[in-house]
């Protein structure tokens, strides 16, 4: 059974930083893609960064682009999102979720459950 | 960056009706590499149809997608109960893989 278990969430002060991340099972891990999706309170998806499954490729929504830094670790499956420079937009659930493929240019089949960041002073 | 608008935003329908969802494309998505999620409260989206049309796996056959360029589609044949829910489209054709702002389906 595929699982994602995303750790790392909490509250953090403006402008301060937090590493996330996500523990991926059921899958041969470094033959997939996985993406980072968030969800800030009562608003939609909003994706923000995926890498291939070697972790060759790295693509991020310019809303974070030289402030987070996703990476992955085949040896453990596990994924991680550095966030640093963090504003109180950033407020969300943040998600991990698979793609079918060891590319990403590919749908989204297997989500986490998501962790919260709460960017707050 | 392609935007995606969905329309319409609150679709208040009955069980046993049809829905019918709506997604449009700023520019052309390539290849309708276009998906289709559902999320219910407190839960992570998941995956309905990819490639305009395909049904994901487990997905139940009153579910289809349809559409190619900037105008897609998402039907849902005969309403079941569980069906009310956030939809939201997708383009992963090109990075940033943008999501529409969602429709949600309420119970009339």
């Known amino acids: 059974e595929v699982q994602l278990v995303e750790s790392g969430g909490g509250l953090v002060q403006p402008g301060g930083s937090l590493r996330l991340s996500c523990a991926a099972s059921?899958?041969?891990?470094?033959?997939?893609?996985i993406s980072w999706v968030r969800q800030a309170p009562e608003k939609g998806l909003d994706w923000i960064s995926a890498i291939s499954g070697s972790g060759g490729s790295t693509y991020y929504a310019d809303s974070v682009k030289g402030r987070f830094t996703i990476s992955r670790d085949n040896s453990k499956n596990m994924l991680y999102l550095q966030m640093n420079s963090l504003r109180a937009e950033d407020t969300a659930v943040y998600y991990c979720?698979?793609?079918?493929?060891?590319?990403?240019?590919?749908?989204?089949?297997?989500w986490g459950q998501g962790t919260l960041v709460t960017v707050s002073s | 960056e392609i935007v995606l608008t969905q329309s319409p935003g609150t679709l208040s329908l009955s069980p046993g009706e049809r829905a019918t969802l709506s997604c449009r494309a700023s520019?052309?998505?390539?290849?309708?590499?276009l998906a289709w999620y559902q999320q219910k409260p407190g839960q992570a989206p998941r995956l309905l149809i990819y490639?305009?049309?395909s049904r994901a796996t487990g997905i139940p056959d009153r579910f289809s997608g349809s559409g190619s360029g900037t105008d897609f589609t998402l039907t849902i044949s005969r309403l079941e109960p569980e069906d009310f829910a956030v939809y939201y489209c997708?383009?992963?054709?090109?990075?940033?893989?943008?999501f529409g702002q969602g429709t949600k389906l309420e119970i009339k």
């Open positions: 520019q052309s998505v390539s290849s309708s590499h």
């Open positions: 059921g899958f041969t891990f470094s033959n997939y893609a």
């Open positions: 997708q383009q992963y054709g090109s990075s940033p893989y943008t």
């Open positions: 979720a698979k793609h079918p493929y060891s590319g990403s240019f590919s749908p989204l089949d297997y």
């Open positions: 490639g305009a049309s």
